[in-house]
């Protein structure tokens, strides 16, 4: 190779060589940023606290559920109906109204009251409920009533009793169980003293008549936003930016 020739190579080699260089320094800077930002991030969201705690009253009812991320669950302070069925009786909604889970309620009620004809079910009372000026109620699911019994209920798990004043009764969750039957839960407990079903969850014929106690979805509150200008509990807001 001529001299010039192999000179220009060497040039162009030793410029290619710093430009590698300078891009893994930065790559190496952007990764020890990157790494440093999510520490401070964690530590930001692990000192976030909220203000309410389970069987605080809250938004128009009484809180029975914190997933933990500012989300929560509040239960009407008294019952909605002593007097309605489930509906639908005998009458499959054809994979509607078949969340247990504890988030399924809403869309459960959304389900009945879409597919079940006629005003007196107990979906359609939490749906058409205003109370506390709210009107997004609805219908527990299976577990979310189970929660409603455990924590604010005569299930007494958190020490805190039936802070919720539900009465010695079976009550309507709103997940269908088959055509003729949906999810209920018995909360009568010593009631007469030697009653053994308390806490149950049993399914009921849809046309029987037993209690309904409406729910709704609650944004919790930050306990302290202090640090850094936290704004926001639930999406953690630095300056106006999430």
Known sequence: MPVKQLLIFCIIASVLRQILFINYYLLSMKSIFLRYCTLIFLFFIASITYAQTIGDTFQGGILFYDNGNGIGLVAATSDQSTTNSWGCYGTDLNGGASGFNIGTGNQNTIDIVTLCAGSSTAADVCSNLILGGYSDWFLPS????????????????????????????GYWSSTQYNVSQAWGQDFACGNPGSYTACGNQITYEKDEIIYTRAI???????NDTSYSNVTSCDSVVWNGTT
């Not at 798990?157 to 004043?165: H, R």
């Open 142 to 169: 299976k577990d979310e009533l189970n929660l409603m019994y455990q924590n604010i209920g005569q299930g007494n798990s958190l020490g805190l009793g039936n802070v919720a004043n539900f009465s010695q009764n």
């Open 216 to 222: 709704r979805q609650v944004q919790l509150t930050c």
